[in-house]
């Protein structure tokens, strides 16, 4: 092949993403659902995250004492001070910027994309920060890559089969049952799916869940939270309320609850993204930031959506830790009319954003564009 035709390849030789974990789980949470749809698309992933142990309460196969290890196609690396640290491969992402360690910053070369992943949000200004380009010290640019909820962002994760494997869970109450099953529920509890709303309650400690619990011992309930939740409360089953604690699970299955529940109660990014896709009514918590900010995120957000002012009002009485506006708001909502209502706005703003950017596509159709105009 002549040099004059010869056509560089626009897909990347592989990717490296950089995870700090700050607290909680989402930075380390959306970076693995990044990791593996990358690897979908790419010979090659590396994720280097400096907290293997909080990993493993959404990657049950990770061994936190290895410095270098595969799971699931991906190359997981203990991202210590002492690590020599390789070359970047040709796509670099500093994951919620993580601030990349000099040596990986001075070898980042003229084939290599660098970007850095930024914090999903519906506010009005992400489109024009999107895909920013932020000249560095080496003579580099690093581009800012926001997700988001319009085709003027890089939209949001989406696995291939997302759908067709959420509907066949959801269509048979059977394998509902099952799963509930492996979870560990009661087979009595189990057997009154038909007569409970199962809800998932995701929340931070700040939510007034002793409010949300007097309403839900007036309705036949099953209440599944994780382990991590209900250490910070009380909880006292009654004949309507029964309650289920669950260990750190996979992600895969941490979806799997979410397509299981009739309302799903959840907090910062990652699960905000993976309710709407449930299709579910919903409840959003978003992480607390100091001056309020995160109301204004919540409001950007609840914009997007077509919910009615009860849906909003409960949104804003659990942000806002005010359990005596929340009460009406879910007494309106658990109206059977209200609630139909309800899961029909979930299916339709679900269905919407389905046929948005898909985040793993979008860098790599960036990744494409530049390579394009070197
Ligand atoms: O854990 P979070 O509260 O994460 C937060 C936010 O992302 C916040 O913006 C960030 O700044 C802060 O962390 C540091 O909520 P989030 O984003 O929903 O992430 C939870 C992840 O954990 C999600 O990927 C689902 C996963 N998960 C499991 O896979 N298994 C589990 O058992 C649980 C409880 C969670």
Same mark, same amino acid.
Not at 10 to 31: E, F, H, K, L, S
Not at 92 to 102: D, V, W, Y
Not at 293 to 322: C, D, G, I, M, R
């Given at each position: ?142 581009? +800012? ?49 038909? !007569? ?123 942000? !806002? ?12 909502? +658990? ?30 159709? +960036? ?8």
């Amino acid at each position: 092949m002549s040099q004059s035709s010869y056509i560089k390849p626009m897909t990347p030789n592989g990717a490296d993403i950089y995870c700090r974990v700050i607290d909680n789980y989402g930075d380390i949470g959306v970076c693995w659902r990044l990791a593996r749809q990358l690897r979908h698309q790419l010979p090659q992933v590396r994720l280097w995250v400096d907290d293997l142990h909080s990993f493993t309460h959404i990657n049950p196969e990770i061994q936190p004492h290895l410095h270098l290890q595969r799971s699931q196609g991906i190359e997981v690396l203990n991202w210590r001070q002492d690590c020599v640290f390789p070359p970047p491969l040709e796509l670099l992402i500093e994951a919620f910027a993580c601030e990349l360690p000099e040596s990986v910053k001075q070898h980042v070369g003229a084939h290599t994309l660098w970007l850095n992943l930024e914090y999903l949000s519906a506010e009005k200004w992400v489109p024009s920060f999107h895909l920013g380009a932020s000249p560095q010290a080496g003579g580099q640019t690093k581009y +800012f890559f926001f997700p988001g909820f319009t085709p003027e962002t890089g939209g949001l994760l989406r696995e291939k089969d997302l759908v067709s494997e959420r509907d066949a869970l959801q269509a048979n109450s059977e394998t509902r049952r099952d799963f509930l099953r492996y979870l560990g529920v009661d087979e009595e509890l189990v057997a009154q799916l038909a !007569q409970r709303k199962v809800i998932f309650l995701f929340c931070y400690p700040n939510a007034p869940v002793q409010e949300l619990l007097q309403v839900l011992q007036e309705h036949n309930t099953l209440l599944l939270v994780p382990a991590s939740v209900a250490r910070h409360f009380t909880f006292t089953p009654t004949p309507k309320l029964a309650l289920h604690i669950l260990p750190p699970i996979s992600q895969t299955d941490f979806d799997c609850v979410l397509w299981c529940s009739d309302l799903n109660i959840v907090r910062g990014e990652d699960s905000l993204v993976r309710a709407i896709w449930a299709a579910k009514p919903m409840i959003w918590q978003p992480y607390y930031q100091d001056d309020n900010w995160h109301l204004e995120k919540l409001a950007a957000w609840l914009q997007h959506t077509s919910y009615n002012p009860s849906v909003q009002q409960a949104h804003y009485a659990w942000s !806002q830790a005010a359990g005596h506006d929340l009460r009406p708001a879910l007494e309106q909502l +658990f109206q059977p009319h209200n609630w139909s209502e309800w899961q029909a706005q979930a299916a339709s703003f679900s269905e919407k954003l389905i046929n948005g950017p898909e985040l793993s596509n979008a860098i790599l159709s +960036f990744y494409a564009q530049v390579a394009r105009t070197r």
